[in-house]
């Protein structure tokens, strides 16, 4: 996933929401990494489609601050330090969640990370760190939630954010291409076996949405010209809006798509029909 994008449409979508205020009121609504870049974004715009948000991540104090901007807004919001990675920490989040709301109804796998590198530079320990957070930590939140939503009996969403391009692979990042293909191979197994409790998944690729985090990180390591070089190879010629991944993820949470599970949704301005993504220079 990689934020702001100049292009030629000129709707202003800077106080809208295509949304409904209603659409998702009285959900209860979990998104991990919810704190910064585009999990915070999400959580703005399910917050705006009325959703009450629960906001995990590892640090409190970018938790805390969305928690004071969603609540000038209107949001109900609450942090939730967690560290995804920790079994004892999850089903905490999850029960504290109910205990505080009752119920839970949306999650969103938001949280994840990586660091560019050739694969034969990747050492053990950099590969377990990626698999365990992007992999594993996305199973325990999922299973967790699942296990709830199939206590309350009348099923619920759950979106995982994962990374475009995986039929064409991600030079620089094979880590983390490994550990988002595992979960698409995830979403479309529970999406079968969770089905008959009413529980959907899908999972969302976003392309070319450069974050002020992911900004310093690219363009570290891949070069000053990254988003310039990548944003040639984007059909719609420009880069992704925040919101705009906000949006996909309100709809495929609300009953705006009670028939849709099991998908893989890419959201790129066309990049991956075009060309693949690549961190490495002369990949």
């Not at 310093?216 to 010209?225: F, K, N, R, V």
Request: proline fraction near 5%; glycine fraction near 14%; aromatic fraction near 4%.
């Amino acid at each position: 996933m990689i934020t702001v994008g100049t292009g030629s449409d000129s709707w202003s979508s800077a106080n809208q929401a295509p949304f409904h205020s209603h659409l998702l009121e009285g959900s209860i609504a979990i998104i991990t990494g919810g704190g910064t870049g585009l999990g915070r974004a999400i959580a703005r715009e399910l917050g705006r489609a009325g959703a009450t948000l629960v906001l995990a991540g590892r640090r409190p104090l970018p938790l805390e601050a969305s928690v004071d901007e969603f609540h000038t807004l209107g949001i109900t919001a609450v942090a939730e330090p967690t560290d995804i990675r920790q079994p004892d920490q999850v089903e905490a989040l999850v029960a504290h969640a109910v205990d505080r709301f009752g119920q839970v109804n949306i999650l969103v796998n938001n949280a994840g990370g990586q660091f560019p590198a050739r694969a034969e530079d990747i050492t053990d320990r950099g590969w377990r760190a990626v698999i365990e957070t992007n992999l594993h930590g996305t199973f325990l939140m999922t299973q967790a939630v699942g296990r709830q939503l199939i206590r309350q009996g009348h099923g619920g969403v759950v979106t995982n954010i994962v990374v475009p391009s995986l039929s064409r692979g991600i030079p620089g990042i094979a880590h983390s291409v490994a550990a988002r293909a595992g979960v698409c191979g995830l979403t479309k197994t529970l999406a079968r076996e969770w089905a008959p409790h009413q529980i959907r998944i899908n999972a969302v690729g976003p392309g070319l949405f450069l974050t002020e985090g992911l900004r310093e990180e690219m363009l570290h390591h891949a070069g000053p010209d990254f988003v310039e070089r990548t944003s040639l190879c984007v059909p719609l010629g420009r880069t992704g809006r925040p919101e705009e991944l906000g949006w996909l993820v309100t709809f495929l949470s609300s009953p705006l798509s009670r028939f849709v599970t099991g998908e893989y949704v890419t959201i790129d301005g066309g990049q991956s029909l075009a060309a693949g993504i690549s961190l490495l220079p002369g990949v």
